[in-house]
């Protein structure tokens, strides 16, 4: 895979990082607007990229990419997304995948049309330690209650409390603790026991009516799941999950699962099956895999669980009167 | 205080245990129905209480009495406070104070025109270190987020699973997860922050409609809650409650609160002002201290207090449409 990169915040350098860790996988260039020219420079220096764009469409010709990873305001992912696919390249879209739904089906549409990967940056669901937690779900028994927290104070709120409106916190660019944070949660939990029967969301708005935090209530048949999370308080994060027999804990925030401990009546274990420090690293394993190996199967199976995502989000916006621009598309 | 206790639970010798630690409290008889006159003569023996009474008439004459505690199933408490009040004797009743609101208010409507004192025993909002976790309160700052766990596997889960349906999941006897251990969270969550503007819950039910576990969800102005308990599983006990500048931990179930941490950025200290390993001491220190001193104006406060949480109890039940008989008289 020879990647392009769009953006130049904390996560693309992150991100560029683990690509360098993943063999089979290469960044080759960093397109940023000329406002960001530095930012992208900087960064085209310090991970050796061969090319910096800040010309589009000339990033868009560039016939070394192959794979585009979009790393911009989440109201932009869908329009650059399409771009993308339009232009023959395959897109990584960070979390949240799009602002909307139907933004997402039509994206997918055009993937396969196209016959291009497309993917949803996610750590969660491509964890080792999140695999392992699957796997022991049956011991636990029937299930009973699960609750997730990922509480992470923003750098950008002490701003937004003094007038400004960081992209994170503005509705315009789809921003919020359910679509920036909370996405997390609603994976992990989403990628536990798929869609659920109907969702809820508590949260606590600003003036301008974005959540700052806020707690979604998951049903499922026969129990429920509280995901809340958090970009205006701290806490550490966990995943709790109570079955009849026993529980299974994630003792981190679940974008990262650093640990699972097991815990059966009076016994207790803990597996951690996650060596790397970025925890990007197996995200991006997972891209090169699917693309180099041309399984264009596994690539519409996590599709569909970025779809089920969506729509966990979009029914918890409109339960609490959360709109974005891209609703009324 | 002078009391005569009614039942034989595991709660009535815990609560013997905490009267005899007491200073100005004395336990002097116990009643118990005919069926049940073993359990209570062996009690009896135990906790050296001069009469065991199993006719009802002579238990309610018995003018060495002046309080009675009522640790029945749920859905006598009403009946037997009413008989007990109107007897003349003050009457402590175990939480959940009764099945419904309505019969709440006529109770705390006799106490008062009968010049009794009422109290529900419930040890969260009488723990020390509850009062200590409220006067902290504020160094956490702005509220965000806070979430609450008590979660025992019930030891008469299994025979529910089998088939049999012991009173506390029967909805005869105004059981459930809810009533008999969510009632905890509710007590610490309306203790803080007083009543909720909205109630919702979403159980985890069984064939005859009770609920085995759940997640009732108090939302306030600016934040929410979410109050978790099960008794068809095991964690454990917690509440977290999120502040922009902090966050308050209890780390265990929120019955005994047994120790408070308190972390304002990356300083954390822990604090625990109780000493008895029995933490019913601290109620029946509470309601001896306000007998003593004819404090009607604290009893008052206090049965407030209840009658919001049991506001809350109903707004959850009647969410998740789960119905008691009283809930038709």
Known sequence: MKIGVMGHGPIVEKCLDAISKVSGSQAIAIYNRPV?????????KKFHLEKCYTDFEKFLKDD?????????????HYDYALKILNAGKNAIVEKPFTSTVKETEHLVQIAKEKRKFLFEAITTCHLPNMKALKEHMKEIGELSVVQTNFSQYSSRYDAFKNGETPNIFNPEFSGGALMDINVYNIHFIVGLFGEPESVSYFPKKAENGIDTSGIAILQYPNFACSAVAAKDSESKGFAYVQGKDGTLKINSHVSRCEELIITIGQTSKTINLQESDNHLVYEFESFTKVVNEQDYDTCYKWLEHTRSVMKVLEKARKFAGILFPADQQ
């Open 36 to 44: 960001s020219a530095k930012e992208g420079e900087a960064i085209a």
């Open 64 to 76: 070394t990419i192959d794979t585009v990873y979009i790393a911009l305001p989440n109201s932009l």
